[in-house]
């Protein structure tokens, strides 16, 4: 590892994971953290518990804002063990000189969200710094939620499960993208950011068999199979043609050389879930609007242990490795 922090170590990928695991894992072992898990399950697994901190720039973008992207960012990570979103810190680090009028948008838009989680915020903190201190604001959201559906866990993924993506991927990352660089884009393309509590209680009551859940945010769904590979210490082979991309994403792709799979997301998530029930998991997916594009793409098998095949349409296979280096800075 380097003698010092760069972008890299905040991209989801190899360089994050190494971080985490020779610094914060090293001083804070201990067998809930050890989980990996994006939610620590706590007091006799009947509680989720999930801190993050946002830090997006642009502040305001097609489909979302910051404020958005704080509750949903820290309540998706609750819902991905099959809990119910109920208690919410909210800290904020505010710059000098920001405006009333925005901060207010943003406070709004953390409000609108939390309604639809059925979730309150029940304390936080406000710091003001000197401008230039802090990019205009970052702020911490961290949750609380009652599991209504134990066992989730990436840890238990095995050759019973089946591997699916709730939508089309990497409209997040795509978006920022093109806000940041200011491409005047003809489209409809917009973060994908939303809350999947209510696509995750549906999946609840339907009653599938579910092994784990992820929602791919940084280092996008290459880096949460490569990361299931690895704690479950299987092989999980993947179908190009059934990964859903939109046109939007597929051309700023194309034109820019990304990889929709290391893209971003804040509304999609990946599923291990048992044969028998996977199809029945997509149906109930489909019925959300934006879940349309929810889509069967892989297997798990012990072809190669701890790592992802790519199956191309064209008959050839590759590895698909997690990402490294820093994509795209301050995404979420």
């Not at 006799?44 to 999930?50: K, P, R, V, Y």
């Not at 904020?92 to 979730?119: D, P, Q, T, W």
């Not at 820019?256 to 029945?280: H, R, Y």
């Amino acid at each position: 590892m380097s003698n010092t922090i760069t972008l890299a170590h905040g991209n989801g990928g190899a360089e994050n994971n190494e971080l985490i695991t020779k610094v914060f894992y090293k001083a804070f072992k201990n067998d809930i953290l050890s989980k990996s898990e994006d939610a620590a399950v706590i007091q006799d697994g009947t509680l989720a518990f999930s801190t993050d901190s946002f830090t997006v720039s642009p502040l305001f973008f097609n489909g979302a804002d910051i404020g958005k992207l704080a509750v949903c960012g820290t309540c998706n990570d609750l819902a991905m063990m099959g809990a119910k979103p109920k208690y919410l810190t909210c800290s904020v680090i505010i710059e000098e000189g920001f405006e009333i009028r925005n901060l207010e948008k943003i406070v709004k838009s953390m409000k609108e969200e939390l309604e639809i989680n059925g979730a309150i915020v029940v304390s936080g903190d406000t710091k003001v710094v000197p401008k230039g201190a802090v990019d205009k604001i970052f702020i911490n959201t961290t949750g609380i939620g009652e599991i209504l559906y134990k066992g989730i866990s990436s840890n238990n993924i095995t050759e019973n499960d089946l591997i699916l993506v709730s939508r089309d991927i990497g409209a997040h990352g795509a978006t920022i993208f093109a806000a940041r660089e200011g491409m005047d884009l003809e489209t409809s393309l917009k973060s994908d950011c939303i809350s999947l509590y209510p696509q995750v209680k549906a999946l609840i009551d339907s009653g599938v068999k579910i092994t784990a859940l992820r929602d791919a945010t940084r280092g996008g769904v290459s880096a949460v199979l490569n990361e299931w590979a690895k704690q479950s210490n299987v092989c999980i082979e993947i179908n190009e043609e059934k990964i859903p991309v939109c046109d939007e994403v597929k051309g700023i792709c194309e034109i820019l050389g990304f990889d929709a799979m290391s893209l971003a997301n804040e509304g999609t998530f990946v599923l291990a879930i048992k044969k028998e029930d996977a199809q029945k998991a997509l149906e109930v997916l489909q019925t959300f609007k934006e879940a349309k594009a929810a889509s069967i793409i892989g297997k798990v098998t012990q072809q190669y242990e701890q790592r992802v095949i790519l199956n191309s349409q064209w008959g050839t296979k590759r590895f698909l490795d997690i990402p490294t280096g820093e994509l795209l800075p301050r995404i979420c």
